[in-house]
């Protein structure tokens, strides 16, 4: 990890994203400090046999509105047309199409990008055409040919998670470095955090990062419905995302991306850019655990948390002349399961202590719904306009406190404070964790 003191300054100078809330920066945001709720019926695929019949999805959403030339991505998957709009809005928003003097060979993009959507019918189809009943098992050579048959290059092309790199290449033109990461829940976090250190090290003087995602498909909700981690409260989608909660029952899945602009403070000063906000700290750690379950102490996501205070330079127990907590919000991972919950809880307390119940946080997947390798860029986005606004989202669905849960969770309204420093975490299935710190930029 890179010693912050070190190094330039590192700010955001363009969002956007594409989200279960709506399209645009001001209008989700209006909603989630309303308190107002993405999750509905699933109508994506006929869900109604499931477990889990609803979720958060994108709706009305149109990417070639937000392309200069769309017949260049007309093979787009979901996944894709959502990074395109999202990276449309922060390219536009930090005025990158103005010029003045872009080298496009110095910007690079870092996605946190999941798959794109498997053709289920086809699937499904090949595998009956491939099974021979008197034998009881499947013949290849049938397989084989009916797969040949019904493949579509496009989206067999289109399933690979660096295609979303590949159409933001293209739409702006960028020839800088080029990755992309799926660390699954943690991924876009992941992404934010080493795109940061890229910049570090004058890898690049621009770099597009953030993360898209759907699994709001067969396969996707059919394998989290059997690992039992998805909400199956099917009487009150509104209400089935319940972080916190003593009646969580799981999380809900969502779909959506998130793109920021981050450069240098010196490139964005010279070009004429206006900084929204700064990056000034990074952690990641892995569990070393099981796949399936966080370790029970926290130590993971604990370990993430105070490597990114390290590199801020900020002393967890330490308060502001304000007497206040030197982290003054917490955009929690916050999925509504009863592991990740209180597991989380116990992190945020053995890294900050006596501060822990003096920080508010909220988890707005209780609104929006769990964007998977999504979710970390649009939970740092929040944190931008929770510093812009000086307004932080609520919890929703928080009835029903758990006694075992005893920290500000900010339940059901939002709330206005005064804010400079935000932390989110992201913590990934399998034992990845992220955590990133963002503060009010200052000349």
Partial sequence: MIDQNNNPRVVITGMGWITPLGHDLQSVWSKLTAGASGIRSITSFDAS?????????????????????????????????FAL?????????????????L???????????????????AYAKVDLAGWDP?????????????????????????QEPNMPISHIAR????????????????????????????????????????????MIHVLGVTGFNRLTTLSTRTDDPPGASRPFSRTRDGFVMGEGAGVVVLETLD??????????????????????????????????PAAAIRQALRQAGIDPHATDSDGRPSIH???????????????????????????????????????????IAAAGVVELITCVLALEHQIVPPTIN?????????????????????LDVCLSNSFGFGGQNDTLIVKRYEA
């Fill in 171 to 214: 739409e702006f033109g960028i020839r800088g470095p080029a990755c992309n990461c799926l660390t699954a829940c943690a991924a876009s976090t992941q992404a934010i955090g080493e795109a940061v250190d890229m910049l570090h090290r004058g890898d690049a003087d621009v770099m597009i990062s953030g993360g898209t995602h759907t």
């Fill in 103 to 121: 080298d496009l060979r110095r910007v690079g993009i870092y996605l946190g990008a999941g798959e794109g959507v498997l053709d289920f019918d």
């Fill in 85 to 101: 709009g999202a990276a449309r809005q922060a390219w536009d928003q930090a005025h990158l199409s103005d010029g003045n003097g």
């Fill in 398 to 418: 928080l009835h029903a406190p758990d006694p075992e849960l005893d920290l500000d969770y900010v339940p059901n309204d939002a709330r206005s404070l005064k």
């Fill in 49 to 81: 046999t499931f477990p889990t019949s609803f979720a958060a999805q994108v709706c009305d959403y149109d990417f070639t509105t937000y392309l200069n030339d769309p017949s260049l991505h007309e093979h787009a998957t979901v996944n894709t047309q």
């Fill in 134 to 158: 008197q034998v009881g098992a499947v013949d290849a050579r049938k397989w084989a040919q009916a797969a040949y048959e019904a493949m579509d290059s496009h989206d067999e092309i289109g």
């Fill in 329 to 371: 919000y917490i955009s929690a991972h916050g999925t509504g399961t009863m592991e990740n919950d209180s597991i989380e809880t116990l992190a945020i307390k053995s890294v900050f202590g006596d501060n822990a119940p003096r920080i508010p946080i909220s988890s707005i997947k209780s609104m929006m719904g769990h964007l």
């Fill in 267 to 300: 490139h964005a000063l010279a070009r004429g850019a206006t900084p929204v906000a700064e990056i000034i700290g990074y952690g990641s750690s892995a569990d070393a655990f099981r796949i399936t379950d966080m370790h029970p102490q926290g130590r993971g």
